[in-house]
């Protein structure tokens, strides 16, 4: 049986967000120490499209396992990890894309919620922070989604998070999300 569509974004409140994130339990892939079996030959681009063997990943649910196992190692390698193997995988930028944002409140008392590629949904605030980094290509935005692992916030999403920096006059200009605030200038 197919999983069912993520919900509308849009249509929930920040609770109704919260308790849905919080109900979506993930594997305890930090305690699981398999030996190195190889390259899993797979590959997260940049625009967060998954490939396996040079061909995108067409199943959603597939990407979503697979993300379910996604670890970064100290080293900075990024792995797919079961209690029985540890296979590598190739990230172009960051695992995961924030594609979606809801934003309620204002001032400090915003709250920002953000869907993932892989249907995730996220708060940001101490947990889930928000950094940002300057490249010759322009300001790359990121959100702390687990233990290392980030989403690369999507230029459309972005320039929503600019308009609110922009617009509840704060110096620097940043955005407050469960009582954290986030400069939108990269951090040194």
Sequence with gaps: ???????????????????????????PVESWNPA???DSEMRIARDGIWYHQGSPIGRAPMVRLF??????EPDGRFVLVTPVEKLDIEVEDA?????EMKAEGEGEAMKLAFRLN??????AGPGHALR????EDGPRPYLHVR???????????YYELAEIALTNGSAPPGVWSNG??????PQA
């Design 67 to 72: 993300s379910t196992i996604l670890r970064r």
């Design 36 to 38: 190195h079996c190889g």
């Design 1 to 27: 049986m197919p999983a069912p569509p993520p919900p509308d974004l849009a249509s929930l409140s920040l609770a109704e967000i919260a308790r849905l994130a919080e109900e979506d339990r993930l594997p």
């Design 118 to 123: 892989t249907g995730d949904l996220l708060t």
């Design 95 to 99: 695992p995961f894309t924030a594609v």
């Design 147 to 157: 233990r290392g692992l980030e989403a690369l916030i999507a230029r459309p999403v």
């Design 180 to 185: 954290a605030f986030f400069a939108l200038e």
């Design 132 to 135: 940002f980094e300057e490249r």
